[in-house]
């Protein structure tokens, strides 16, 4: 679900694969545009912030194999630190981490039994740096949400893919030569529903991110 670069992207990969897919939104303008050059492809609208329409939103598609949370929330635009944001603009943009938490309260008896729940964090979780601690406390909640759920959602399997900075972070600071892309994330999402040994875990897809240079 969600009609970002990274929602479509993996939309895209499940339906060349043959998967029925669903993509949600919370817009129907918006959820309609994006929809447009996907064929085959259905469309639901919701706002999986809020835990009614979230559990609606699984039960009209279901039973399903596999949900991706790949929503956002509201954008935060210049402050990105702890100390520099503001406590309602932290809120607002916290609706990632409740998007995620009442799809996995309503995945349960709605996704199969060996299914999966995937979830969206990022690289600052674990590479903290000067003015992204807003940033990284999020991802890292959302992380700390996968592992947890994992375990008590078993069978079901949870994990969360942790892209770097898509399209942002320059190459050099990368230790692989290859620019970041939505196709990247969307890959590894499709790989973690597809392996059936794979729950309780984050995958980076980084390209090495600030662990060193390439050149």
């Known amino acids: ?80 630190g702890i100390t520099n944001t503001p406590a309602q603009s932290a809120k607002e943009s916290f609706g990632r981490f409740w998007s995620s938490y009442n799809i996995l309260h309503a995945a349960v008896g709605r996704v199969r039994e060996g299914g999966s729940v995937t979830l969206l964090s990022g690289s600052s979780s674990r590479r903290p740096s000067d003015g992204r601690g807003f940033w990284g406390t999020l991802h890292g909640a959302i992380e700390a949400l996968a592992r947890n759920a994992a375990f008590e959602l078993g069978p079901l399997r949870v994990n969360a893919v942790s892209p770097g900075g898509i399209g942002v972070v320059p190459m050099n600071r990368q230790l692989v030569d290859h620019p970041g892309q939505p196709d990247d994330v969307a890959l590894m999402v499709i790989a973690l529903m597809a392996n059936p040994a794979i729950t309780a875990t984050v995958v980076d897809v980084d390209g090495g991110e600030f662990l060193g240079r390439f050149v």
């Open 1 to 80: 679900m969600g009609t970002g670069k990274m929602g479509l992207a993996t939309a895209g990969h499940a339906l060349a694969a043959g998967a029925e897919v669903f993509l949600s939104g919370r817009s129907n303008g918006r959820l309609l545009a994006a929809a447009a050059p996907l064929d085959g492809i259905k469309t639901l609208v919701a706002d999986p912030e809020d835990p009614q329409q979230a559990a609606q939103l699984l039960e009209r598609a279901g039973p399903l194999d596999h949900v991706a949370v790949l929503a956002g929330g509201a954008t935060l635009s210049q402050a990105y």
